[in-house]
């Protein structure tokens, strides 16, 4: 996979965003982060099928947003994948009264962070994480959001 290739793969028919779209939040959230030009790719899914990846990889079969997972840069694959739920994004958004697309893209972005090393489990690591978020987002032209954190 060639540096800096963003791969989109849609495993749900429901599309907020398109393909650029989905690749530039997720180039945004890297650049920012120190990471540029990693291959990654980009896997769109269900609420079942991530909540499937997240209790085999993470213990815990309930539902989430996104799923960010480093590969390492060998082997002319992807250095990383990130999986988000569209069917979350949807629904949060309108919980929270924000486009999904808009909801999605923050998923992209927040996985994407992961992957340069931000945390969100400590309240100073998380304050920082949702810094760099909103600066993310603004930088993509998305209106600040006042819902709540991620």
Request: with cysteine.
């Amino acid at each position: 996979m060639a540096a800096g290739r963003v791969g989109v793969f849609w495993k749900v028919r429901a599309r907020p965003l398109p393909d650029r779209a989905v690749r530039a939040a997720v180039r945004a959230a890297l650049d920012l982060g120190g990471r540029s030009g990693i291959p990654v790719d980009v896997v769109l899914v269900g609420d079942r099928a991530l909540a499937r990846l997240h209790g085999r990889y993470l213990g815990d079969p309930g539902p989430t947003d996104v799923l960010s997972f480093d590969l390492g840069e060998e082997g002319g694959g992807p250095a990383a994948e990130i999986y988000a739920s569209v069917d979350r994004a949807r629904a949060v958004a309108r919980e929270r009264g924000v486009e999904a697309g808009r909801e999605l893209a923050l998923y992209l972005v927040h996985g994407a962070l992961h992957l340069c090393g931000h945390d969100d489990h400590a309240l100073a690591a998380r304050r920082r994480m949702r810094a760099a978020e909103a600066a993310v987002m603004r930088s993509l032209g998305y209106p600040p959001d006042h819902g709540g954190p991620l």
